[in-house]
Structures are given as structure tokens and as C-alpha cells.
Nanobody
Framework: QVEFVESGGGLVQSGGSLRLSCATS????????MAWYRQAPGNQRELVAS???????TYTDSVKGRFTISRDNAKNTLYLQMSSLKPEDTATYYC???????????WGQGTQVTVSL
């Protein structure tokens, strides 16, 4: 049974930092490209950052230079270090495999990130 458990979100002021974690189980983590997604109220879920099996990351333009995705295959865990946070980063953040079309139907509960002015 595939499972994603996201954590690390919270309320932070603009310019602050957070580190998100996603513990996974039920599939072979080390052989899957992984991604962080986010969804703000009224918006579709979007892919924020992905990391392939060679640990090469890609980012959506709006977070480049501010977010860093990483993975620990020994712990089956995905991370997202977020810095210089902006109010427009406010959303619920989820992890799943990449690309979006390959994502499991099962999603975790997500972790809420709220950035105040």
C-alpha cells in the first residue's frame, strides 16, 4: 500500500525558511523520480520541484534559487528546503512520484505552508 506522510509545514513570515519532509512506503523509492507538488485554494495542484535518480533537480520558475529538493534513499524520504519564502508560496504541499502523469492516485494529507507579509 503506497503511503506518503508529509511534515514540516507551518506559519512563517515573508523571507523565512522551512524544511519539508515526506516519508514514503509501499513502493521502491530509490528507483522512482520524485516530486513536490503544491495546491493553493482555488488553484490546481502544480509540480514545484522534482529530482531524478541521478539526484538532478528541476524547479518551476517561481521557486528557482529559493527551494532545494533532495532525497535520502536509505530512509525513503524526500525533502524540500524552502528559503526566502513569499506569500504566494502559501499552499498545501504534497509529495508523489514524478512526472505528474505517473503520480500514484494515493496522496498524503499534505503539509500546510502559510507565509505572512
Amino acid at each position: 500500500q503506497v503511503e506518503f506522510v508529509e511534515s514540516g509545514g507551518g506559519l512563517v513570515q515573508s523571507g523565512g525558511s522551512l524544511r519539508l519532509s515526506c516519508a514514503t512506503s509501499g513502493f521502491t523509492f530509490r528507483v522512482r523520480p520524485m516530486a513536490w507538488y503544491r495546491q493553493a485554494p482555488g488553484n490546481q495542484r502544480e509540480l514545484v520541484a522534482s529530482i531524478n535518480l541521478a539526484n538532478s533537480p528541476t524547479y518551476t520558475d517561481s521557486v528557482k534559487g529559493r527551494f532545494t529538493i533532495s532525497r535520502d534513499n536509505a530512509k525513503n524520504t524526500l525533502y524540500l528546503q524552502m528559503s526566502s519564502l513569499k506569500p504566494e508560496d502559501t499552499a498545501t504541499y504534497y509529495c508523489n512520484v514524478a512526472p505528474r502523469a505517473a503520480a500514484y492516485d494515493t496522496w498524503g494529507q499534505g503539509t500546510q505552508v502559510t507565509v505572512s507579509l
